[in-house]
């Protein structure tokens, strides 16, 4: 496979927008797709895009591990903003983000977060399918990522690896590898990143992301908020022995360091990039399992198995129903408390008045909150939700905050004062609808 070549990039954000603009060498730069409007581009992606500089929207919320087919609307938007950006490629996760509604008769949950699907073949022939109606709505190429876990499935039957290889095979789909994610699952599930890099189709990469993460209790976090240990380049250092990647990207999500900080984790990254090169033979595909039986689509079978298991795991984790038998219970809890966590930081991004407003009350107010309640229509919503949750509690009980978030939670709904018996009607309105 031949793909046109990147060189090296830094995820653009606009908390470290003018920092992008400044550092010397970026040859690209990835958005993610959800937090960018074609007509209304932020005015230094413009800049960007006028100095000759590549843009990659990189999706987070399609979904395409999920059981259902990918939203129309959601792969409508994708390509209009790589068409926007004039974008070589897009990029996806093999990941779910929802579970249950009508094909396993319960209420539709968000994870607000990226999970793993198990490694199975029920699951490998939707992602499969998935992938196809997507590759046929985009205009340019797809790449997905292999994502980080803190969990894993019981009874999977192949490796990272070979799950991949055979994605690849079956697809023609490129793979955007993230270094970082394999690192973390090594700490997290004992998995080999030598191994995985072995068996999977390096030739098929489109390209790499490089970040930072921390270990805490045995469990490593991958955060995109610490800077790039020494093992994470390893891995990227054990890649690039194999095969030239036609980018590597520094990804750097939350608590921004200085523009010096980023610079030198970049000359790291291009350290490693030049000190190794490929083997004449290490570019070949490792050894995956055959491809199986040929499919015309994904079977509704697989995906009715794979929607039931996934709903199961998924209230588990944020509606604190049972948990499914088999799975390591210490880590569900701790993957359960990062999906509340990560709801708590993009809430307070989203809506930055609401920290401002609770100050250091925000965290524990939102984690309480979140513990009963999934999230049921994306963060903003969820932002109203909890508002209106604290409201109707009489809380908070500093009369001014209370006056604030009031007139906060008015100019968003057009509504007076949430009063308790509304909140009665609409959460039994909602458990009508989720039936």
Wanted: hydrophobic share 45%.
């Amino acid at each position: 496979m031949r793909h046109s070549t990147l060189g090296t990039g830094i995820g653009w954000r606009p908390e470290i927008a003018e920092a992008v603009e400044r550092l010397s060498g970026v040859d690209w730069v990835e958005v993610v797709a959800e937090n960018v409007c074609p007509g209304h581009l932020p005015a230094s992606l413009t800049r960007l895009r006028a100095r000759g500089t590549t843009v990659v929207p990189h999706g987070v919320s399609l979904g395409l591990g999920g059981a259902d087919r990918p939203s129309e609307q959601k792969l409508k938007d994708l390509a209009e903003r790589a068409v926007a950006l004039d974008a070589p490629l897009v990029t996806e996760h093999i990941a779910f983000v929802r579970a249950g509604g009508a094909r396993t008769a319960s209420p539709l949950l968000e994870a607000g977060h990226l999970l793993p699907v198990p490694r199975t073949r029920d699951a490998l022939a939707v992602l499969c399918e998935n992938v196809r109606i997507a590759q046929d709505q985009l205009p340019v190429p797809l790449a997905l990522e292999n994502i980080a876990a803190l969990i894993a499935w019981p009874g999977e039957e192949m490796s990272e690896g070979q799950f991949l290889a055979e994605l690849v095979e079956r697809t023609g789909v490129r793979l955007l590898i993230d270094v970082a994610n394999l690192h973390t699952n090594h700490v997290n599930r004992g998995e080999d990143p030598v191994k995985a890099l072995a068996e999977l189709p390096v030739e098929a990469i489109a390209y790499v992301h490089v970040a930072g993460g921390v270990e805490r209790d045995g469990v490593w976090h991958d955060t995109h908020a610490h800077p790039v240990p020494g093992p994470v380049l390893d891995v990227l250092r054990e890649l690039v022995a194999r095969v030239a990647p036609p980018g590597v990207l520094l990804e750097r999500d939350d608590n921004f360091p200085p523009q010096e900080e980023l610079a030198a984790e970049l000359t790291a990254i291009r350290t490693v990039l030049g000190s190794a090169r490929p083997q004449p033979d290490a570019a070949a595909t490792g050894g995956g399992p055959p491809a199986g039986e040929a499919e015309d689509g994904a079977t509704e079978t697989a995906r009715e198995r794979l929607a039931i298991s996934q709903a199961a795991l998924l209230s588990a984790l944020v509606a604190g129903t049972p948990a499914p038998e088999e799975f390591d219970q210490r880590r569900l809890r701790a993957q359960s408390r990062a999906l509340t966590v990560k709801r708590a930081q993009v809430v307070a991004k989203v809506a930055p008045e609401l920290p401002e407003i609770l100050g250091d009350g925000y965290r524990a107010a939102f984690l309480a909150y979140a513990a009963k309640r999934p999230m049921r229509a994306g963060y903003r919503r969820d932002a109203l939700d909890f508002v209106e949750q604290l409201l109707v509690a009489g809380r908070p009980e500093d009369e001014r905050a209370r006056r604030q978030l009031t007139r906060w939670w008015q100019e968003r709904t057009g509504e007076r004062r949430p009063r308790r018996a509304a909140r009665i009607v609409r959460a039994a309105r909602a458990a009508l609808v989720g039936r």
